[in-house]
T-cell receptor, first 110, second 113 residues
């Protein structure tokens, strides 16, 4: 089955700095890569996604990149703000079913 | 605006009890999923369903079963609860097809004593 590894497990940045979270996956059949943000005590929420036929996607301060050959994808957050503090999960999806990474706890210090 | 509803936010059950966790979505989604979330282990898939009366095992189905009698409702059943099933359970749904993200419920924190 699919295996997703996510790094780092914790990340602390100063407000205004950039944050990068990286994931690798094992199954070349995976074709959809969403990212979820989970604030403390709340449900995970989809923040951005990328399909296998696209190399990069941007939405305001967040962007995702995908390298299918190397089987890795990354989340980039620019100009971080305290409200970006949360746990972020990457996922690799095959046949509509997602396998998640273990999560990255991002702390943005004011 | 709530689209995926889990019936209980917190639940405490005794070892050996049969436990039902209910999930209802109002978005007419074909796909529904049950995950458990444990610290440091991410989200692990228990069971999923692509259609009514259809179910598929995920990565950790042992000790669980599911029921999907109606499109909007997906139930997770713990046949005989054990302490190692203490966890946060998350239900999710998505549109049919292969490339859509999930909408999650708020989760049920189950404690088995």
């Amino acid at each position: 089955g699919e295996n997703v590894e996510q790094h780092p497990s914790t990340l602390s940045v100063q407000e205004g700095d950039s944050a990068v979270i990286k994931c690798t996956y094992s199954d070349s059949a995976s074709n959809y890569f969403p990212w979820y943000k989970q604030e403390l005590g709340k449900r995970p929420q989809l923040i951005i996604d990328i399909r296998s036929n696209v190399g990069e996607k941007k939405d305001q301060r967040i962007a995702v990149t995908l390298n299918k050959t190397a089987k890795h994808f990354s989340l980039h957050i620019t100009e971080t703000q305290p409200e970006d503090s949360a746990v972020y999960f990457c996922a690799a999806t095959n046949a509509g079913k997602s396998t998640f990474g273990d999560g990255t706890t991002l702390t943005v210090k004011p | 605006d709530v689209k995926v509803t889990q019936s209980s936010r917190y639940l405490v059950k005794r070892t050996g009890e049969k436990v039902f966790l209910e999930c209802v979505q109002d978005m007419d989604h074909e796909n529904m999923f049950w995950y458990r979330q444990d610290p440091g282990l991410g989200l692990r898939l228990i069971y999923f369903s692509y259609d009514v009366k259809m179910k598929e095992k995920g990565d950790i189905p042992e000790g669980y079963s599911v029921s999907r009698e109606k499109k909007e409702r997906f139930s997770l059943i713990l046949e005989s609860a054990s302490t190692n099933q203490t966890s946060m359970y998350l239900c999710a749904s998505s549109r049919g097809g292969l490339v859509y993200g999930y909408t999650f419920g708020s989760g049920t924190r189950l404690t088995v004593v």
